[in-house]
């Protein structure tokens, strides 16, 4: 099991950038995919972004393809999400997940509070 903590979420302007990010603690961190997915206001959650356990390889969904960035530091156990080109679509409030395997897709079993993004048009 992974614990994990988001934060950086905020009120931003259209076209702004924001830096995302998670503190895991668990000893499968390193093993383990991490993502993002985000769930707007009456809508379901989506996916946004995945890394497999190494950091080499990246998914991105096609809204996000350009704009974010997905990143992660084994040492530090933390999990990153660099967005920028924000567009009013994007509010949200964000989430980091921890996935069952390390490679993608997984299914996540592991999820944080969450961390609400508002861009303003």
């Known amino acids: 099991q992974v614990q994990l903590v988001e934060s950086g979420g905020g009120l931003v302007q259209a076209g702004d950038s924001l830096r995302l990010s998670c503190a895991a603690s668990g000893r499968t961190f390193s093993s383990s995919t991490m993502g993002w997915f985000r769930q707007a206001p009456g809508k379901e959650r989506e996916f946004v972004a995945a890394?497999?356990?190494?950091?080499?390889?990246?998914y991105y969904a096609d809204s996000v393809k350009g704009r974010f960035t997905i990143s992660r530091d084994n040492r530090k156990n933390t999990v990153s999400l660099q967005m920028n080109s924000l567009k009013p679509e994007d509010t949200a409030v964000y989430y980091c997940?921890?996935?069952?395997?390390?490679?993608?897709?997984?299914?996540?079993?592991?999820w944080g509070q969450g961390t609400q993004v508002i861009v303003s048009s």
């Open positions: 890394i497999t356990w190494s950091g080499f390889s990246t």
């Open positions: 997940a921890a996935g069952l395997g390390g490679s993608f897709p997984t299914p996540f079993g592991s």
